[in-house]
T-cell receptor
């Protein structure tokens, strides 16, 4: 069966520090991968998606970047965090051609 | 901008009652999906309804879709305390970029 992992679960970082959040998927090949952010009391906003290794599409201009160095690994990064980067970050995968997404447990990021 | 908008924003009912949540969207869609999020956790896919479908059932869940009104409803029958969660609708836009567009969600509280 397929599983999706995210880590860390919680992260407190100072403004201006770098960020690296990792997401890995097991039990499937060549998935579409997604990063979403959920700000407090709000819905999810799509940040990045990837249809293959090294292929990243960005939905909104921002302080963050994403990379997909391996088929089942998706990394969200920042060189310098802003206060506004605080939120709940969710990674999701889907089988290409199938429209249902499966979400990881999320990472709660607090930038102080 | 948010594609889906759920209402009400919050709903509190007694256990055993039915809960109805609504979602409106703006553009043409391939499908609409409903997800549940327990507090501080990842999202769980509940049900997907395609643009050519009008109603779909899954256990105690019933989803309707009216593409002429660009709206959907999620009905949870015979609610249980474990149904307490936030519920989000998400749209897969026709001809749009990959990824789902989520509403802000309805927070449902089931009182025992």
């Amino acid at each position: 069966s397929q599983t999706i992992h995210q880590w860390p679960a919680t992260l407190v970082q100072p403004v201006g520090s770098p960020l690296s959040l990792e997401c890995t998927v097991e039990g499937t090949s060549n998935p579409n991968l997604y990063w979403y952010r959920q700000a407090a009391g709000r819905g999810l906003q799509l940040l990045f998606y990837s249809v293959g290794i090294g292929q990243i599409s960005s939905e909104v201009p921002q302080n963050l970047s994403a990379s997909r160095p391996q088929d089942r690994q998706f990394i969200l990064s920042s060189k310098k965090l802003l206060l506004s980067d605080s939120g709940f970050y969710l990674c999701a995968w889907e089988t290409q051609g199938v429209e249902t997404q499966y979400f990881g447990p999320g990472t709660r990021l607090l930038v102080l | 901008s948010q594609q889906g908008e759920e209402d009400p924003q919050a709903l509190s009912i007694q256990e055993g009652e039915n809960a109805t949540m609504n979602c409106s969207y703006k553009t043409s869609i391939n499908n609409l999906q409903w997800y549940r999020q327990n507090s501080g956790r990842g999202l769980v896919h509940l049900i997907l309804i395609r643009s050519n479908e009008r109603e779909k059932h899954s256990g105690r869940l019933r989803v309707t879709l009216d593409t002429s009104k660009k709206s959907s409803s999620l009905l949870i029958t015979a609610s249980r305390a474990a149904d307490t969660a936030s519920y989000f609708c998400a749209t897969d836009a026709e001809g749009g970029a990959d990824g789902l567009t989520f509403g802000k969600g309805t927070h449902l509280i089931i009182q025992p």
